[in-house]
Nanobody, 124 residues
Framework: QVQLVESGGGLVQAGGSLRLSCASS????????MGWFRRAPGKDRDLVAG????????YYAGSVNGRSTISRDKDKNTVYLQMNNLRPEDTAVYYC?????????????????WGQGTQVTVSS
């Protein structure tokens, strides 16, 4: 059974940084993909970044590319999303997601397991 537990959200001023963590159990094989999604108020849930446990080129949405880094620590079974230069439009609930899939890391269909979400609020 796959379990994903996010942490690290909070309130930060614009221009600040946060690092989100996702502790994973049951989804740490190389075939798995791990990703971060976000849902802003009144908007759809969007994929922000994705990576394979086995490595390879990560994916970033254009809205965060250059400001965010997704990484994984195999020893800790944890995936991180480092977000820098945060903007008010980054305010959202951020969800960790995982999937055992042949889909690309930038394909929403790859992700079938979800965490409970963590709130990120960026004040102007």
């Amino acid at each position: 059974q796959v379990q994903l537990v996010e942490s690290g959200g909070g309130l930060v001023q614009a221009g600040g940084s946060l690092r989100l963590s996702c502790a994973s159990s049951g989804a740490t094989y190389d075939a798995y993909v791990m990703g971060w999604f976000r849902r802003a108020p009144g908007k759809d849930r969007d994929l922000v970044a994705g990576i394979r446990w086995s490595g390879g080129t990560p994916y970033y949405a254009g809205s965060v590319n250059g400001r965010s880094t997704i990484s994984r620590d195999k020893d800790k079974n944890t995936v991180y999303l480092q977000m820098n230069n945060l903007r008010p439009e980054d305010t959202a609930v951020y969800y960790c997601a995982a999937g055992n899939s042949y889909f690309s890391v930038n394909d929403d269909r790859a992700y079938t397991y979800w965490g409970q979400g963590t709130q990120v609020t960026v004040s102007s």
